[in-house]
């Protein structure tokens, strides 16, 4: 069964940092391009960022760039966001997505997700 | 990056109606179109991908069609579980969008 088990949310005032975390098993972490997503309070859904298998094929939103940064540990499978420069809008739950068994660009497996509040 | 507009924004239908959603690209995509549903405080779930796949285990109640820039999500005959907010996506190019959801409610 594939679990995805994000942490590292909480409350953080603005113009600070966050490191978000997510824990994969069940499936072969090293074969799938990962993703998060996250949802305003709310709010729809808005994805934030992508990394490749190989680590080094990324994207991100537009609302996130130059700010966020993704990155995965295939030893330890896990995924990670590091966020900095927070704001306000960045309040959100995130989720963490796998990309489906096919390998494009949509999600059939998402975490639990973790609240990042970004408020002084 | 490529807007999707889904319509009705929300709707209230009762047990037993037809109900379709419908979701326009800003620009085409052709069949790069999937369909989440989305329960109060759950993940979303996918239903339909390639825009008219039926994911599976998804109840045959729900198809989806279209290509190009106008799709559409019908549930022939709405059951209590299917109340829940449905949101689609494309996956043409980066970056990723999603529509800005569909509330279905009880009538």
């Known amino acids: 069964e594939v679990q995805l088990l994000e942490s590292g949310g909480g409350l953080v005032q603005p113009g600070g940092s966050l490191r978000l975390s997510c824990a994969a098993s069940?499936?072969?972490?090293?074969?799938?391009?990962m993703n998060w997503v996250r949802q305003a309070p709310g709010k729809g859904l808005e994805w934030v960022s992508v990394?490749?298998?190989?680590?080094?094929?990324?994207f991100y939103a537009d609302s996130v760039k130059g700010r966020f940064t993704i990155s995965r540990d295939t030893s330890k499978n896990t995924l990670y966001m590091q966020m900095n420069g927070l704001r306000a809008e960045d309040t959100a739950v995130y989720y963490c997505?796998?990309?489906?068994?096919?390998?494009?660009?949509?999600?059939?497996?998402w975490g639990q997700g973790t609240l990042v509040t970004v408020s002084s | 990056a490529i807007q999707l507009t889904q319509s009705p924004s929300s709707l209230s239908a009762s047990v037993g109606d037809r109900v379709t959603i419908t979701c326009r690209a800003s620009?085409?995509?052709?069949?790069?179109l999937v369909w989440y549903q989305q329960k109060r405080g759950k993940t979303p779930n996918l239903l339909i991908s390639?825009?008219?796949n039926l994911e599976s285990g998804v109840p045959s109640r729900f198809s989806g069609s279209g290509s190009g820039t106008v799709f559409t999500l019908t549930i022939s005959s709405l059951q209590p579980e299917d109340f829940a907010t449905y949101y689609c996506?494309?996956?043409?190019?980066?970056?990723?969008?999603f529509g800005g959801g569909t509330k279905v409610e009880i009538k």
């Open positions: 390639d825009a008219s």
């Open positions: 997505a796998k990309h489906n068994r096919h390998g494009r660009d949509y999600f059939d497996a």
């Open positions: 069940g499936f072969t972490f090293s074969s799938y391009s």
């Open positions: 996506q494309q996956f043409t190019n980066f970056p990723l969008t």
């Open positions: 620009q085409g995509i052709g069949s790069a």
């Open positions: 990394v490749g298998t190989d680590g080094r094929t990324i």
